[in-house]
């Protein structure tokens, strides 16, 4: 594949059509902005979980603990 492009930029510089290859250059960096953008999501979403999965960790240790107390909850005056 990446010989294919490299083709591609070597046969668009040899011409002398430096307007499409600015193109073709442009599209390679948006196209790696994409990535960027994506990879980034997928992180923000794998976050996400792990704060969930922490937060229902602790919920369910609190829930255990309120259970295994054996003196009731008084309200202080």
Same mark, same amino acid.
């Given at each position: 594949?990446? *010989?294919?492009?490299r083709?591609?930029?070597q @046969? =668009?510089l040899?011409e %002398?059509e430096? %307007?499409?290859? =600015?193109k073709?250059? /442009? %599209? #390679? /960096?948006i196209?790696?902005? /994409?990535g /960027?953008?994506?990879?980034?999501?997928? $992180?923000?979403? @794998? #976050?996400v979980? *792990?704060? @969930? @999965?922490? #937060?229902?960790?602790?919920?369910? $240790?609190?829930i255990? #603990?309120?259970k295994a107390?054996?003196f009731?909850?008084?309200s202080?005056?």
């Amino acid at each position: 594949m990446l *010989k294919y492009f490299r083709k591609i930029r070597q @046969n =668009l510089l040899s011409e %002398g059509e430096m %307007g499409k290859y =600015l193109k073709y250059a /442009i %599209g #390679e /960096i948006i196209f790696v902005v /994409i990535g /960027i953008l994506i990879a980034l999501q997928i $992180n923000n979403v @794998n #976050e996400v979980r *792990k704060a @969930n @999965n922490r #937060e229902r960790a602790i919920l369910q $240790n609190l829930i255990q #603990e309120l259970k295994a107390d054996p003196f009731p909850i008084v309200s202080v005056p």
